[in-house]
């Protein structure tokens, strides 16, 4: 299986660019597998950002998480990652990604990112 | 059918001009058409205020709203062109609006868009 | 039925003058009537305020909100005219009052009022 | 703009027909208008059926549910009217729907019908 | 002010008397007042049953509640006497309301009324 | 102090007594004191009965839970205790309490009694 | 450490033997080990009984209960030996013990047990 | 990718055989492919059995569900092919499984299955 | 019976003075009497503080609240004494009081106290 | 048994160190012993951290959390202590520890620690 790379991202153009919004997309369906154990883990992620010209496309960012479906990843590379490809692709003003793992041995974790710092 | 129209939106003149208070309406019944795929969408809106002059009436918004019922409009796009026909009809101090649309393919969007910003 | 009047309000010297402190009093049970329809209107008030000199007394305030039960009055005039008789009676370092009305015509509203703005 | 009609819906066979289990399916997106006033009405419809020989597909269930966006009916005739088409098509050993609709006039009503009696 | 009527409720005819189905109408507006004290009670009317050949007019159903408004009625009694007047009126197969009061002095209490026993 | 006495309990004539309905009334606002260790308990008593002749009253009932305040029980005493009492002044078709006291040493119980059994 | 023993268990006479009611206690910090490795686990424990002669006593209850803390026991095991303990020690008509364990795995699991079955 | 097989799965002895109780194990990251899309599908399964023999043992439940992560299977199917997997290895007196799939295109599914009918 | 008196409560020294951090303290179980009525009040208290070089001992505050239970306070006076008396004793860097007292009539009422303000 | 050790914590490399980004890790199942009456204690820790060159590893986290398990230990000190090993093993950026502990005696008591101050 093929690395998750971010050319599957597309985009459209921001059809206010003239205004400062914001866009929160949330998606509780993400699955990574443990890169040591190889043991599937589940996620919830809050994607949240001003847009400049470009916006992602829904069904795109869809196929682009399920890329990490088989994917080997830890907690926060992953996370950081995620907020490289998308600040890559649709260059935003800010964004931010809240990402929330379910329990494991009694501990759950969530990573949070911020572009720019 | 025919576009929205911004001419549905009546007002009243604001009985306490001198305050600056604020008004906050949740509109859970919001629905439109993806212009794509002719599916139907729906979503809350939550319209904040601080009315200058004019208030806009409740009964009015809920006609302006049924417009959209069938009319084709993306999350983004919608959401501003709201905020633009009330900022136009009730010229307020201030506006928001946050639109929380249901899940598509796992995953919910919700768009927020401020006057002025 | 005579109009509600901030004569029913009845004031105690507040205990603590000398310390800056707030209380918040939440109303669940108010009602008054539409001007326009005759139907009635319910809905919640959370009066906060910074007492001065003197706190309003709460078996005073219940009978002076139940003078609206039979009352003609829109959202904004209502909460805006409370403020005043409260402020009015106490005359408190600052108060606000927020409005929470139930849902007419899948529409809910809310009117947050301030003193001093 | 026809009428809702039952030819809409699919089936594919039980894959175990000789268990008897339960489907239950939720559709919260719900929506028509009152024959009377024009007006929308919103609702959640809980599905809920022991299949005997075929199952109702889910996406030509939500086609059909669709076809009541833009039509005229009462919440006790459309909560029948959508028990009476689902049996006829799908045969089921029983089925039962739970209608919710949002509240209108401070009043919420939902319709249970099931079938067979 | 007169007393409540039961002429105020209207019908209209079941559109599916040959089956036996359940319609619920939850009323959380309801108010009246302590024939004692004079203070206002509030409670939330949930009504259950099922139609033979007459179904009661939501909007009717409003006004009829309404007319308890400014009217004296202990919790026990006007419970009953509402079951009363909607069975008069509808004759249905069977009926119950449950009626849920806010709390008095720390106490909150609920009656529940079938028809028939 | 004296002892809690049944005396303080007063009744009504049911207004419907040929009618077999139910009555709740939760005491969220109970009190009493454990008798070994001398520390106050707390909890919500749950009253539900079916009255035959006489319903108790509420303010009565008030006034008889709080002869408790001050006075030494244990759990299971104190509810089998106030059923004998409700019972022998009201004389029900049926009653149960369930009395729910707070957690003490990590662990919470509820006790529930049933009459007639 | 030495196993755990229902002699630890302390019993007080029933103050209400000729009637059939019921009490139930909630535990939420029950630990124990995992006997394969070594690891804590952790669970909820709701007791319900209809007591005969004896009822048995909290704090005594509390400390059979931390006996298990470092005692290795598996999930089926350690739920149906509490309830061994418990019959023998109070003779209830009646119990059951509900114990629910928190996640290991992203699986979660409990255990119910009865007396009679 | 080879099929699901449940030579996966693996039990122990029950320890407590002589006695009727239940288990209740709950999988809230259960996760399949759809066969036509080939889109991933999410649920949780509830498995609730009372055992005779044996006991699944829970970290085999865990790598037999896995099996499924890359797995065609519709909704009806797989929760039916579970519930024959898990009854063919731990022949209980009896189970069932409530699988509780998240939403697609506004609705969501779940599936009951019980053994014996 | 004697008047609340400060000298309950009891101290520890602060393990870590150097470090400015936060403790929070939750008493869901205050009660006292109204001075008027002689009615019993109930309330839950959340204390927050900053130790400077002592904490107060947990043991002796629930004691210390325990003086009230039979003793008449207003609300915004007896929320004024506990931040007095709590104060005086630890010398905290700071500290802040929310009393949360249960509906009386309908309303409900907090009171927030802060030292220094 | 031997007192809790920071040398049971193992870190491994910040996977961004350039990236300034929050880890959030709840552990619901912290236990220790009241070293006054060797009783256990239950609480729930919350800690965030701005990690710099190292991340903790969540398995290392659990086992030194484990060691507190039969460790006598005050609310205040254990969570000042657990910050200061976490600080001085991973030199974070900033950290905080909001230490929530279950209620004794109707009150409970959260601790919350930050590095730097």
Same mark, same amino acid.
């Given at each position: 299986m !093929?690395?998750?790379?971010r050319?599957?991202?597309? %985009?459209?153009?921001n059809?206010?660019? /003239?205004?400062?919004y =914001?866009? $929160?997309?949330?998606?509780?369906e ?6 040591? !154990?190889g043991?599937p883990?589940?996620g919830?992620? %809050?994607?949240?950002?001003v847009?400049d /010209?470009?916006?992602? =496309?829904? $069904? ?6 399920q890329q990490y479906?088989n994917h ?7 996370t ?8 890559a ?7 931010s990604?809240i ?5 494991r041995g ?12």
């Amino acid at each position: 299986m !093929t690395a998750p790379t971010r050319e599957t991202l597309e %985009t459209f153009a921001n059809p206010h660019p /003239q205004r400062h919004y =914001e866009i $929160k997309t949330v998606c509780p369906e993400f699955t990574s597998v443990c890169p040591i !154990t190889g043991q599937p883990d589940f996620g919830t992620l %809050t994607i949240t950002y001003v847009p400049d /010209q470009l916006c992602f =496309e829904l $069904k795109s960012l869809k196929f682009y998480l399920q890329q990490y479906r088989n994917h080997g990843a830890f907690y926060e590379d992953v996370t950081n990652r995620i907020l490289d490809d998308l600040v890559a692709v649709t260059q935003p003003r800010r964004m931010s990604i809240i990402a929330d793992f379910t329990p494991r041995g009694g501990i759950r974790t969530s990573v949070t990112v911020t572009y720019p710092e």
